[in-house]
């Protein structure tokens, strides 16, 4: 069955160091990888969708990666601050459409 | 736009009572989600609507869980009757129409809290 694999454990950095969270997949080949962030007592907010024939996304401080041969996307969030403290959560399209499968998410700690 | 909006936000009820949620999606979007979200199993997709019908119900746990879409305005998940292992948050989530350029894009509401105690 399919599966979305995300670091369980907590990432820990300091404010201004880049943040890399990673996200690997099996037993599917997803048209398109989206990432969400999601706050204490709120509902995940959108934040990239890359393509399966896109290579990499910018948009302002945050970069994403998508390798289809190694099933694996990878989130940067660059000059961090410690407003970005969030679970940041992957999502695939599942069989097709519109019905996306989430990841458990990673917790990341931005530390002034 | 005020976004998604559910209510209630918080819902405590005994077990074997009946719950219903209630979501109104962005005007315009015509893709509707429902999903639950726990520490154990992460957001788990319950269902989901394209123009008010439903389109994949394979998440549904249950008989005791059905969602109905009246209107483009207006969803609703009912647990009937509930138990304690349905304790979980529940969001909705509504999409743009397919071709737009965002068309994939989900914004979610804030949730409902539900406790079967």
């Known amino acids: 069955s399919q599966k979305i694999e995300q670091n369980s454990e907590a990432l820990n950095i300091q404010e201004g160091k880049t943040a890399t969270l990673t996200c690997n997949y099996t037993?599917?080949?997803?048209?398109?990888l989206q990432w969400y962030r999601q706050d204490p007592g709120r509902g995940p907010v959108f934040l990239l969708l890359?393509?399966?024939?896109?290579k990499e996304k910018r948009k302002e401080r945050l970069k994403v990666t998508f390798d289809t041969t190694l099933k694996q996307s990878l989130f940067h969030i660059t000059a961090s601050q410690p407003a970005d403290s969030a679970t940041y959560l992957c999502a695939l399209d599942g069989t097709g459409g519109f019905k996306t499968i989430f990841g458990a998410g990673t917790r990341l700690f931005v530390k002034a | 736009d005020a976004g998604v909006i559910q209510s209630p936000r918080h819902e405590v009820t005994e077990m074997g009572q009946e719950v219903t949620l209630r979501c109104k999606p962005i005007s315009g979007h015509d893709y509707l989600f429902w999903y639950r979200q726990t520490m154990m199993r992460g957001l788990e997709l319950l269902i989901y609507?394209?123009?008010?019908?439903?389109?994949?119900d394979s998440g549904m746990p249950e008989d005791r869980f059905s969602a109905k879409m009246p209107n483009a305005s207006f969803s609703t998940l009912k647990i009937q009757p509930s138990e304690p292992r349905d304790s979980a948050v529940y969001f909705c989530?509504?999409?743009?129409?397919?071709?737009?350029?965002?068309?994939?894009?989900?914004?979610f509401g804030p949730g409902t809290r539900l406790t079967v105690t």
């Open positions: 037993n599917y080949s997803p048209a398109y």
């Open positions: 989530a509504s999409s743009e129409p397919t071709g737009t350029s965002t068309s994939y894009e989900q914004y």
């Open positions: 890359i393509r399966e024939n896109e």
């Open positions: 609507f394209n123009n008010n019908v439903p389109i994949d």
